[in-house]
C-alpha cells in the first residue's frame, strides 16, 4: 500500500506539478494577472531548506487527513448509505464534489492563494478520485507533496 503510494503518488503530483507551474508562470501572467504576491505568502516568507520538504510535507499529510481521509471518507461512507450500498465502496459524487469545495474554498486557501486558489478544484478533484478509487490515502499524501514541491520549487526560482 505505502509502495503504491509512491509510485503513483509520485508520479500523480509530478504531472500535476508540471501543469500548475505552467498555469502560474505562464497563462496567469498571459492573462495579466500578477503573481509576485506570492513572495509574501507565509510559504513564501519561509526559508526553501524549511518548506522542502519538512513543511511541505506535513502540510501535504495533515490535509490529506483531513480532507481525503476524514471529510471525503466520512461523505462518502455517508452517500453510499444513503443509495443503500452497504459495501462501503462504490462511486460517491456528491461527497467528492462537496470535499472538493470545500479544499478549495478553504478561508486560507482563498486568502493565501487569493486567484490561484481555483487551481485546488482539480486538484482536490483529482486527488479525491484517487482516494475513491483506491481507498489508498498515501498516494494523495505523496501526489500532494511532490506537487507543490514541483511548484514552490519553480515559483520560487522565477519570481525570487
Known amino acids: 500500500m505505502i509502495w503504491d503510494g509512491l509510485r503513483w503518488g509520485t508520479l500523480t503530483g509530478l504531472l500535476l506539478g508540471a501543469m500548475n507551474t505552467f498555469v502560474i508562470l505562464v497563462v496567469y501572467p498571459s492573462l495579466g ?3 509576485i504576491f506570492l513572495k509574501h505568502t507565509p510559504h513564501g516568507q519561509l526559508p526553501i531548506l524549511l518548506m522542502i520538504p519538512w513543511v511541505i510535507c506535513a502540510i501535504a499529510l495533515l490535509v490529506e487527513l483531513n480532507f481525503r481521509g476524514f471529510l471525503l ?3 462518502a461512507e455517508l452517500e453510499l448509505c444513503w443509495w443503500g450500498n452497504a459495501s462501503g465502496r462504490g462511486l460517491a ?3 467528492l464534489i462537496s470535499s472538493t469545495f470545500t479544499f478549495a474554498f478553504d478561508p486560507f486557501l482563498v486568502n493565501t492563494f487569493r486567484h490561484l486558489h481555483w487551481i485546488a478544484l482539480w486538484d ?3 486527488w ?3 482516494w475513491i478509487r483506491t ?3 498515501w498516494i494523495t499524501i505523496v ?3 511532490v506537487e507543490v514541491i514541483v511548484m514552490y520549487s519553480a515559483v520560487k526560482a522565477a519570481i525570487g
Request: hydrophobic share 50%.
Open 33 to 35: 494577472y500578477d503573481i
Open 73 to 75: 471518507g466520512r461523505l
Open 93 to 95: 459524487p456528491l461527497a
Open 124 to 126: 482536490g478533484l483529482i
Open 128 to 130: 479525491g478520485c484517487i
Open 135 to 137: 481507498r489508498n490515502l
Open 143 to 145: 501526489a500532494h507533496a
